[in-house]
Protein backbone atom coordinates (compact mmCIF):
# COMPACT_ATOMS: atom_id res chain seq x y z
CA UNK A 1 0.00 0.00 0.00
CA UNK A 2 1.79 3.43 -0.86
CA UNK A 3 2.23 6.19 1.45
CA UNK A 4 -0.18 8.98 2.50
CA UNK A 5 0.24 12.07 0.76
CA UNK A 6 1.54 13.93 4.36
CA UNK A 7 4.06 11.10 4.71
CA UNK A 8 5.33 11.09 0.90
CA UNK A 9 5.71 15.08 1.53
CA UNK A 10 7.43 14.81 4.64
CA UNK A 11 9.87 13.67 3.17
CA UNK A 12 10.65 16.60 1.37
CA UNK A 13 11.63 18.06 4.43
CA UNK A 14 10.37 21.60 5.88
CA UNK A 15 9.34 23.08 2.79
CA UNK A 16 10.48 26.73 2.26
CA UNK A 17 7.59 28.73 2.70
CA UNK A 18 3.66 28.11 2.73
CA UNK A 19 1.25 30.28 2.42
CA UNK A 20 -2.62 30.20 2.79
CA UNK A 21 -5.03 31.97 0.27
CA UNK A 22 -4.83 35.02 2.31
CA UNK A 23 -1.55 35.21 2.54
CA UNK A 24 -0.85 34.59 -1.22
CA UNK A 25 -2.97 37.49 -2.63
CA UNK A 26 -0.07 40.12 -1.80
CA UNK A 27 2.64 38.13 -3.51
CA UNK A 28 0.68 38.23 -6.82
CA UNK A 29 -0.15 42.35 -6.75
CA UNK A 30 1.43 44.70 -8.68
CA UNK A 31 4.77 45.69 -7.45
CA UNK A 32 7.83 47.67 -7.33
CA UNK A 33 11.23 46.26 -7.13
CA UNK A 34 14.82 47.71 -6.61
CA UNK A 35 17.92 46.23 -6.99
CA UNK A 36 20.91 47.59 -4.62
CA UNK A 37 24.07 47.13 -3.76
CA UNK A 38 25.45 48.29 -1.02
CA UNK A 39 24.31 51.56 -0.80
CA UNK A 40 23.28 52.31 -4.40
CA UNK A 41 19.97 51.40 -6.16
CA UNK A 42 21.28 49.37 -9.37
CA UNK A 43 18.04 48.93 -11.15
CA UNK A 44 14.28 50.04 -10.52
CA UNK A 45 11.36 47.64 -11.88
CA UNK A 46 7.23 47.21 -12.01
CA UNK A 47 5.35 44.25 -12.27
CA UNK A 48 1.97 43.56 -12.77
CA UNK A 49 2.07 39.59 -12.30
CA UNK A 50 3.81 40.17 -8.43
CA UNK A 51 7.08 38.74 -7.80
CA UNK A 52 6.66 36.75 -10.83
CA UNK A 53 9.05 39.20 -13.24
CA UNK A 54 10.82 40.16 -10.79
CA UNK A 55 12.21 36.60 -8.96
CA UNK A 56 12.35 35.10 -12.78
CA UNK A 57 15.87 33.45 -13.18
CA UNK A 58 15.96 34.80 -16.67
CA UNK A 59 14.99 38.15 -16.13
CA UNK A 60 17.47 40.43 -18.11
CA UNK A 61 18.52 42.48 -14.90
CA UNK A 62 18.43 40.49 -12.24
CA UNK A 63 20.87 37.40 -13.56
CA UNK A 64 23.85 39.36 -12.81
CA UNK A 65 22.74 39.19 -9.08
CA UNK A 66 26.07 39.02 -6.96
CA UNK A 67 26.27 37.97 -3.00
CA UNK A 68 25.45 40.40 -0.82
CA UNK A 69 22.94 42.15 -3.18
CA UNK A 70 19.21 42.58 -2.09
CA UNK A 71 15.82 43.02 -3.80
CA UNK A 72 13.28 45.52 -2.04
CA UNK A 73 9.42 44.83 -3.45
CA UNK A 74 6.56 47.17 -2.53
CA UNK A 75 3.42 46.71 -3.33
CA UNK A 76 1.64 49.23 -5.02
CA UNK A 77 -1.45 50.09 -7.13
CA UNK A 78 -0.47 51.08 -10.41
CA UNK A 79 3.26 50.38 -10.83
CA UNK A 80 4.18 51.97 -14.21
CA UNK A 81 3.57 55.93 -13.85
CA UNK A 82 5.57 55.10 -10.16
CA UNK A 83 8.33 52.99 -11.83
CA UNK A 84 9.10 56.03 -14.30
CA UNK A 85 9.25 59.00 -11.50
CA UNK A 86 11.74 56.61 -9.67
CA UNK A 87 14.14 55.69 -12.46
CA UNK A 88 14.03 59.75 -13.26
CA UNK A 89 14.82 60.65 -9.73
CA UNK A 90 17.62 58.07 -8.99
CA UNK A 91 18.95 57.57 -12.42
CA UNK A 92 19.56 53.59 -11.47
CA UNK A 93 22.47 52.13 -13.72
CA UNK A 94 20.89 49.48 -14.81
CA UNK A 95 17.91 51.39 -16.09
CA UNK A 96 19.97 53.39 -18.85
CA UNK A 97 18.84 56.55 -19.50
CA UNK A 98 15.13 58.41 -17.91
CA UNK A 99 12.61 58.82 -20.73
CA UNK A 100 14.31 56.63 -23.34
CA UNK A 101 11.94 55.12 -25.71
CA UNK A 102 12.14 52.79 -28.80
CA UNK A 103 10.55 52.79 -31.79
CA UNK A 104 9.02 49.25 -33.17
CA UNK A 105 11.21 47.86 -35.69
CA UNK A 106 8.69 46.28 -37.57
CA UNK A 107 6.42 49.12 -38.07
CA UNK A 108 8.73 52.18 -37.12
CA UNK A 109 5.71 54.36 -35.94
CA UNK A 110 4.81 53.37 -32.68
CA UNK A 111 6.70 53.27 -29.29
CA UNK A 112 7.41 50.39 -27.06
CA UNK A 113 6.49 50.29 -23.84
CA UNK A 114 8.99 49.92 -21.46
CA UNK A 115 7.23 47.13 -19.78
CA UNK A 116 7.34 45.74 -23.52
CA UNK A 117 10.97 45.61 -24.25
CA UNK A 118 11.17 42.00 -23.84
CA UNK A 119 8.14 41.57 -27.06
CA UNK A 120 10.24 43.72 -28.65
CA UNK A 121 7.54 44.96 -30.59
CA UNK A 122 4.88 47.99 -30.11
CA UNK A 123 1.26 46.66 -28.85
CA UNK A 124 -0.17 46.74 -32.28
CA UNK A 125 2.75 44.79 -33.95
CA UNK A 126 3.17 42.06 -31.21
CA UNK A 127 -0.43 41.17 -31.48
CA UNK A 128 -0.49 40.59 -35.06
CA UNK A 129 2.42 38.80 -35.08
CA UNK A 130 1.15 36.21 -32.12
CA UNK A 131 -1.68 35.40 -34.46
CA UNK A 132 1.15 33.80 -37.28
CA UNK A 133 2.56 30.57 -37.15
CA UNK A 134 6.14 30.70 -35.58
CA UNK A 135 7.79 29.99 -39.58
CA UNK A 136 5.33 32.44 -40.82
CA UNK A 137 6.19 34.94 -38.38
CA UNK A 138 10.03 34.66 -38.94
CA UNK A 139 9.64 34.75 -42.38
CA UNK A 140 7.39 38.09 -42.52
CA UNK A 141 9.77 40.02 -40.30
CA UNK A 142 12.69 38.54 -42.43
CA UNK A 143 11.24 40.17 -45.54
CA UNK A 144 10.27 43.55 -43.78
CA UNK A 145 13.95 43.40 -42.52
CA UNK A 146 15.02 43.34 -45.92
CA UNK A 147 12.46 46.09 -47.90
CA UNK A 148 13.77 48.17 -45.28
CA UNK A 149 17.08 47.78 -46.02
CA UNK A 150 16.26 48.19 -49.80
CA UNK A 151 14.35 51.72 -49.08
CA UNK A 152 17.37 52.52 -47.00
CA UNK A 153 19.85 51.35 -50.01
CA UNK A 154 17.39 53.29 -52.20
CA UNK A 155 17.56 56.66 -50.57
CA UNK A 156 21.11 56.27 -49.83
CA UNK A 157 21.94 55.95 -53.51
CA UNK A 158 19.50 59.01 -54.71
CA UNK A 159 21.28 61.48 -51.91
CA UNK A 160 25.06 59.89 -53.40
CA UNK A 161 23.57 60.76 -57.53
CA UNK A 162 21.91 64.23 -56.12
CA UNK A 163 25.64 65.03 -54.60
CA UNK A 164 27.32 64.32 -57.75
CA UNK A 165 25.13 66.81 -59.92
CA UNK A 166 25.65 69.13 -57.49
CA UNK A 167 29.45 68.60 -57.50
CA UNK A 168 29.43 68.71 -61.26
CA UNK A 169 27.68 72.11 -61.61
Not at 41 to 67: C, N, Q, T
Not at 84 to 92: A, G, N, Q, V
Amino acid sequence: MGRSPAEALARLGEPLVVLEAAALRPWQQAVIYAWIRGDEVLYIGASSRGLARPIDPRHEKLREFLPGDRLAIWPVPEPWELEMRLIEDIKPARNGPPGRSRICPRCERFRILRRHYERGYCDWCADSLDRLPVPQTVDLLLIEHAERLEARAAALRAQARQQLHASRA
